[in-house]
């Protein structure tokens, strides 16, 4: 997992809660690292240790964890730097999430060990799509319903996510049915 | 194997490997920013997005009047272009701006250039100025790719400038803490400073409490010789009332031999007398009144004692001659009332001398040395400043022992010393009750000189013994005493590189201080 999450993490606490319940997290995750590098990569045990820490000391599940995280995830790679690549990849949220794969694809070429996960979108109606989620990693599914709620709130658009198929139950993959409805601005 | 299969591909009828070419609408799709001019310079076609993102009228429009070549420096002819299809070019848009980056290819059956390449872009916000987005861009390209690797740079770059900004600022507050550290330690020196001066100022103020008990003895001692000469001096006044007016015809009458009865009388007087037992002078008295009855003197008893009053208490034989006329029994009186004179200037001498000694050691022992540098000192000479300061005290009942080995001047704080001289013979008078056995021992050990104080008191209880240099540790009643005295003394032993310890039995208390010699 590259740095970028791992700092994702520690923001999503030090502005939501504070900078002493971070620092209570690090030293629960037996986390030494001072500063995480956005581009390096970390051992994907460094960010699981660091959500459980959270999740033991927020008193939330680590599922609820990591869907906060998702929809923060959204809000914090567009301040990190990456706002412009985020609007060059797409209008809407139907767009944005057909795009999602380049997006990670090319970030998997250029860091080919950071193993982003891939996606891909079947338009299932005119205001509903699946979207289809490869990852090597485990329990992120969550993360990612945090992401397209993130997402509906970026493109200012109502989203509805179900966790239709789950890998821990044995799904080949994780599938997500996304409902949205742009929020029309009179209300 | 590999040979086999060679073979069969040669046998193969032969065909050209790039005879398959993409249709005109895939070749677009791929090169959404190609375009096609001939020999006029007049472009024939262009990919969708350039034609989006440049002004109309681009197809059909001259070459030179939507680009110009950046790169390489050549005239925009056709011929010229030609002779560099294996340049890189690099066009840049006239009126947007944007660049082109790509090369020339010329096609010979329709004498046409095409050129192919793709929008070129360092700055992700420059794609949103064109109107362009990344699915402009066709997939194979890496255009998408060298944009996402920049923003990477970019935020590598972001990372390193916010910790370095982070090392600077924990660096400056590093510095800071280091300079409170230091403003801390000044001022940690500076209390220190102060204590120490207080310190002094707390042993002078001891000294002085000490010397306010001192105080009424101290005054009695110079009290009695003031009385002495106070008597003195009346006596000398009286006299000189009395005969101030008959002195002078009594001399100018004096016969010779009266004259030289006169001499020898006053030079009797003045020598140092007998020391009698007062049975000795009362059986020579009775002598002398017996040799004067036998010579038929007027008033014997009287005679005799005006001669024994100067020192004449034999030999009284010699003097007969002259009390037998009233010329010389004038010349005796007279000569009696000169040596009383003489009496009372030695007794004001006497007086004066006891007087100012007290005074000396009155001053020596308040004098507080503000130059705070040690000074080359007798020790025994201070301690006897002491005892005389404490005469009062000592004199109805105590017995001073003194031995004194000699040795030499020892570089001290003289002030401080005095004040522990001072505080353990205090406390030793105080221990006795000041009735008892005062012993004073003086003498040099190795490189050391020690100084034990013994009293004859009535010792230092064992559960008190521990607590006793402690401050404020005091066994006198409230008022009496600060506590501070031993506290005091032993820092000042301290100060000294010193050591004071103390060994205490019911009648021998011996305090022991040593002060080293260098």
């Known amino acids: 997992m590259y740095g970028l999450v791992n700092k994702a993490i520690e923001e999503m606490v030090r502005s939501h809660f504070s900078d002493e319940i971070w620092e209570a997290i690090k030293q629960k995750a037996e986390v030494k690292t001072e500063a995480f590098v956005s581009m390096e990569g970390y051992p994907d045990e460094v960010t699981y240790r660091l959500v459980g820490a959270a999740s033991e000391v927020l008193e939330l599940s680590p599922a609820e964890v990591m869907h906060a995280f998702g929809k923060y995830w959204v809000q914090f790679t567009a301040q990190a730097g990456y706002g412009e690549l985020m609007e060059m990849n797409g209008d809407d949220l139907p767009e944005f999430l057909e795009n999602l794969d380049d997006l990670h694809a090319r970030v998997g070429v250029m860091f080919p060990k950071l193993q982003p996960p891939s996606f891909d979108c079947d338009e299932e109606d005119e205001d509903e799509l699946t979207l289809h989620y490869h990852s090597e990693r485990e329990g992120l599914a969550p993360m990612v319903m945090g992401l397209v709620e993130g997402l509906g709130e970026r493109f200012e658009t109502e989203v509805d996510v179900n966790h239709t198929h789950s890998r821990e139950e044995g799904a080949d993959h994780d599938q997500f049915t996304v409902k949205y409805r742009v929020k029309c601005p009179f209300h | ?518």
């Not at chain 2, 010349?331 to 009372?344: D, G, V």
């Not at chain 2, 200037?345 to 050691?361: H, P, R, S």
């Not at chain 2, 005290?393 to 704080?413: H, M, S, T, W």
């Not at chain 2, 008892?436 to 009535?458: E, M, R, W």
Request: with cysteine.
């Open chain 2, 1 to 518: 194997m590999i040979s086999s299969q060679l073979s069969t591909e040669s046998s193969a009828p032969s065909i050209n490997p790039f005879e398959r070419s993409l249709p005109p609408d895939c070749f677009a799709k791929i090169f959404p920013f190609h375009f096609v001019f001939n020999r006029n310079l007049e472009i024939l076609q262009a990919g969708e997005v350039l034609q989006r993102i440049s002004p109309e009228g681009l197809i059909g429009g001259k070459l030179d009047q939507f680009f110009q070549i950046q790169r390489p420096k050549v005239a925009l002819d056709f011929d010229t272009l030609l002779k560099r299809s294996k340049k890189l070019f690099l066009l840049e848009a006239l009126v947007q701006g944007f660049q082109l980056k790509g090369q020339l290819m010329h096609v010979q059956a329709e004498d046409v250039m095409f050129f192919i390449g793709s929008l070129w872009v360092t700055d992700l916000s420059h794609l949103k100025n064109y109107g362009v987005k990344l699915q402009d861009f066709a997939t194979h390209e890496p255009t998408s790719d060298f944009l996402y690797l920049l923003q990477a740079k970019s935020t590598a770059l972001a990372d390193t400038t916010k910790l370095a900004e982070e090392l600077t600022s924990k660096q400056a507050e590093l510095e800071q803490t280091l300079q409170m550290v230091q403003e801390k330690n000044d001022n940690l020196q500076t209390a220190l400073k102060q204590l120490e001066a207080t310190q002094d100022q707390l042993i002078q103020s001891e000294k002085m409490a000490a010397l306010g008990q001192l105080i009424a003895g101290i005054a009695h001692e110079i009290n009695t010789p003031l009385g002495a000469i106070r008597s003195s001096v009346e006596n000398i006044a009286d006299f000189l009332e009395r005969n101030l007016d008959t002195l002078p015809s009594f001399f100018q009458n004096l016969t010779q031999e009266c004259n030289q009865f006169f001499a020898d009388l006053l030079h009797s007087a003045s020598q140092d007398r007998l020391i009698l037992s007062s049975r000795e002078k009362r059986k020579l008295k009775r002598r002398n009144i017996r040799v004067l009855e036998a010579e038929g003197i007027d008033q014997p008893d009287d005679m005799a004692d005006t001669l024994a009053e100067l020192n004449c208490l034999e030999g009284v034989e010699a003097f007969v001659p002259l009390l037998q006329s009233p010329a010389g029994r004038q010349t005796i009186q007279m000569a009696y009332q000169f040596s009383t004179l003489l009496n009372s200037t030695k007794t004001i001498k006497t007086a004066t001398d006891k007087a100012a000694k007290v005074v000396f050691a009155l001053k020596s022992y308040s004098h507080f040395d503000h130059t705070g540098s040690k000074s080359e000192t007798n020790l025994i000479h201070d301690i006897e400043t002491v005892l005389t300061l404490y005469q009062s005290q000592l004199k109805n009942g105590v017995e001073v022992i003194r031995n004194y080995a000699p040795i030499p001047k020892v570089a001290c704080f003289q002030d401080e010393l005095s004040q522990v001289w001072t505080n353990l013979i205090h406390n030793a008078l105080q221990a006795m009750d000041y009735q008892g056995i005062l012993i004073l021992d003086v003498k040099q050990q190795n490189n050391q000189v020690q100084v034990n104080i013994t009293d004859s008191g009535q010792g230092i209880p064992a559960e008190v013994m521990p607590k006793i240099f402690q401050p404020f540790f005091t066994t006198k009643p409230p008022g009496e005493g600060s506590g501070l005295g031993l506290d005091i003394v032993n820092k000042i032993v301290t100060k000294h590189e010193g050591e004071i310890s103390v060994e205490s039995k019911p009648g021998k208390t011996q305090f022991t201080v040593s002060i080293p010699l260098s």
